[in-house]
T-cell receptor, first 112, second 114 residues
Framework: DTAVSQTPKYLVTQMGNDKSIKCEQN?????MYWYKQDSKKFLKIMFS???????INETVPNRFSPKSPDKAHLNLHINSLELGDSAVYFC???????????FGQGTRLTVV | GQNIDQPTEMTATEGAIVQINCTYQ??????LFWYQQHAGEAPTFLSY????GLEEKGRFSSFLSRSKGYSYLLLKELQMKDSASYLC???????????????FGTGTLLAVQP
């Protein structure tokens, strides 16, 4: 069983479109994250939820909206996609905030 | 500002020992993590240090000196499968909140050669 799974793995879309990435963890963790990894492999935190409550909201355009329906799920919706949004987006979870994190396989988003 | 430095690339020989350094200048410090990331895959946790000294875990060890803002990851008995990026991450307080966040370095790409 995959511990942290996110879908889709690849996403190619046109500028201006709206898209969602879904993430689920079956580890029973309380904390989930969205990270963005750019073309230079720099991994940066975007959002973090603990027990469904948003606890980290980095300087991210408000076109990005996370939603956590329950502790096991954290989805990311992106409106009006731009070329600069192209990156790999990783979902992750940890038992409590900012301890050993388990990452999903990543979603490679390409905006054309 | 927050700054984490690692060498961009390193090359080592199978069976050898390699040390990957990480220096940091951050506002606050609550611990340091090392992650391994193979090409096209997810990062996986390797080690965590919050106190000065060496933490050993099998072939991998991680060292921390808080006063020097310095850590290293030591890989012994290198294997071909150790070819990957190694990411250093520092945990710092999240501004205005009762939590922390991780700041990652850009990673060190290690190539293990036969």
């Amino acid at each position: 069983d995959t511990a942290v799974s996110q879908t889709p793995k690849y996403l190619v879309t046109q500028m201006g479109n709206d898209k969602s990435i879904k993430c689920e963890q079956n580890l029973g963790h309380d904390t989930m994250y969205w990270y963005k990894q750019d073309s230079k492999k720099f991994l940066k935190i975007m959002f973090s939820y603990n027990n469904k409550e948003l606890i980290i909201n980095e300087t991210v355009p408000n076109r990005f909206s996370p939603k956590s329906p329950d502790k096991a799920h954290l989805n990311l919706h992106i409106n009006s996609l731009e070329l600069g949004d192209s990156a790999v987006y990783f979902c992750a979870s940890s038992r409590v905030p900012n301890t050993e994190a388990f990452f999903g396989q990543g979603t490679r988003l390409t905006v054309v | 500002g927050q700054n984490i430095d690692q060498p961009t690339e390193m090359t080592a020989t199978e069976g050898a020992i390699v040390q990957i350094n990480c220096t940091y200048q951050t506002s606050g410090f609550n611990g340091l993590f090392w992650y391994q990331q193979h090409a096209g895959e997810a990062p996986t946790f390797l080690s965590y240090n919050v106190l000065d000294g060496l933490e050993e875990k099998g072939r991998f060890s991680s060292f921390l000196s808080r006063s020097k803002g310095y850590s290293y990851l030591l890989l012994k008995e290198l294997q071909m499968k150790d070819s990957a990026s190694y990411l250093c991450a520092v945990r710092v307080a999240y501004p205005g909140g009762a939590t922390n966040k991780l700041i990652f370095g850009t990673g060190t790409l290690l190539a293990v050669q036969p």
